[in-house]
């Protein structure tokens, strides 16, 4: 009951105080448009973990109800040429969870819609860029369908609870993708990234590579399936200062747990490869209908990774599966309830056979206060089981003495 009046306490406060206020230009001619979007979120807890032991066995403390760090979004889209076939997009971090206080860049890009006015004479480019896109910056690698389902920073709207996955496939990179045209029953992309949040110049660093299918068997039903690769064992582990892929490391938007499971940039999340000659896939199924109250999301994944090891000394394998389930229920326009299951296994850590596995349980709602403010509430409980003895993941965590943690996250987010 103590927990219970301290989250109502929290969420009160939330609802206060947690409006904001955003003003917007929009530049409209006939050759450019120009858009800015501003998003901010606060987010109150009462969390509190449980069995948690740090490498040295030291058990971590106790954790108090509080409010978590404000963050904020700004994001910035233009569309460019006689026909918009030009389209480039940036945004920055006002304040996350890795930089509270510091404004840095996440995502910088250019899309290639059509063929540019001053390009128009070099005729082959109409009939590929009559089929295509081509993307090429800093952006957001199109892995799974988790995008549409999670918070980014601030972008908490499209998450129909607070948390994100518990394995939460997320990284922004540099590269380039080709991919089909949106509004048809079948698309595809493939790309290729340096696999790092950031330039990388080791020597023997691999090249990640990136595919995708989509589906849709009919209209409300959405299915695809990724595929990841990327081989960087010629050169050290990152931890030794060589590379390693980030798919599931370099999450830069954090997530939404503050200083459980020992903290850090995703608290509670699983981390499950090194990155270093890895691959993954994964499957996505949404069905999302206007005109029925109930929209589900599901995915299925594995990673492996086949040499954590680098190019140092021998070739231990690293092997996870992860799926996740979610459920909502529109009740009105204006209100809703919501849940979500996602697990991840293991039979291989650190080169050794195990039996691990992860649960993290979601159940909550959200109401709209105004077209652009949502309140969300949401009740989570994680826990580790089936650990070999010795066994360790994120931040040095002994898995092993099953962690768990479980609480209230409440949430007020605005968007414009």
Request: aromatic share 10%; proline share 4%; no cysteine.
């Amino acid at each position: 009951m103590k927990t219970l009046r301290i989250a109502l306490l929290l969420t009160l406060a939330l609802t206060i105080a947690g409006s904001a206020m955003a003003q917007i230009k929009l530049a409209d001619t006939d050759t450019q448009k120009l858009f800015i979007t501003v998003n901010t979120v606060g987010t109150a807890q009462t969390l509190n973990h449980t069995n948690v032991f740090d490498s040295a066995g030291k058990p971590l403390a106790k954790i108090e109800p509080g409010f978590q760090n404000a963050f904020g979004d700004l994001g910035f889209m233009g569309k460019f040429g006689k026909k918009q076939e030009i389209e480039v997009v940036f945004d920055l971090y006002l304040s996350s969870r890795n930089h509270p206080s510091t404004t840095y860049g996440n995502e910088g890009y250019m899309i290639l819609h059509g063929v540019p006015e001053n390009l128009e004479n070099l005729k082959f480019l109409a009939p590929i860029l009559g089929r295509m896109d081509i993307k090429a910056g800093h952006f957001l690698v199109d892995f799974g369908d988790n995008k549409d389902h999670r918070s980014n920073n601030a972008i908490v709207q499209k998450n129909p609870l607070v948390g994100n996955f518990v394995v939460d496939p997320n990284i922004v990179s540099i590269g380039m993708q080709l991919s089909s045209k949106p509004g048809t029953r079948f698309g595809w992309l493939v790309g290729a990234n340096n696999g790092t949040t950031t330039e990388d110049w080791n020597v023997g660093r691999g090249f990640a590579v990136n595919g995708k299918l989509i589906y849709y068997p009919i209209q409300p039903l959405r299915a695809s399936v990724s595929y990841m690769t990327a081989n960087n064992s010629d050169n050290p582990t990152k931890a030794a200062g060589g590379s390693a892929l980030q798919m599931f490391s370099g999450n830069r938007s954090g997530e939404r747990y503050a200083g459980v499971m020992g903290g850090g940039q995703a608290p509670g999340d699983v981390f499950p490869q090194a990155g270093e000659k890895f691959s993954a896939g994964q499957f996505d199924l949404t069905y999302d209908d206007a005109g029925f109250p109930v929209k589900l999301y599901g995915h299925y994944g594995r990673t492996q990774d086949q040499d954590i090891n680098g190019s140092a000394a021998g070739t231990p394998e690293e092997t996870w599966n992860y799926y996740a389930g979610d459920v909502v229920y529109k009740v009105t326009p204006a209100l809703y309830a919501a849940a979500r299951y996602s697990a991840a296994t293991t039979d291989m850590l650190n080169g050794r056979e195990t039996g691990g596995k992860v649960n993290r349980i979601q159940v909550g709602g959200g109401f709209w206060l105004t077209r652009n403010m949502l309140m969300k509430v949401e009740y989570v409980t994680q826990k580790y089981s089936g650990f070999r003895e010795g066994d360790m993941v994120n931040n040095g965590i002994q898995a092993w003495r099953d962690p768990e943690f479980n609480g209230l996250v409440a949430e007020v987010s605005f968007a414009f």
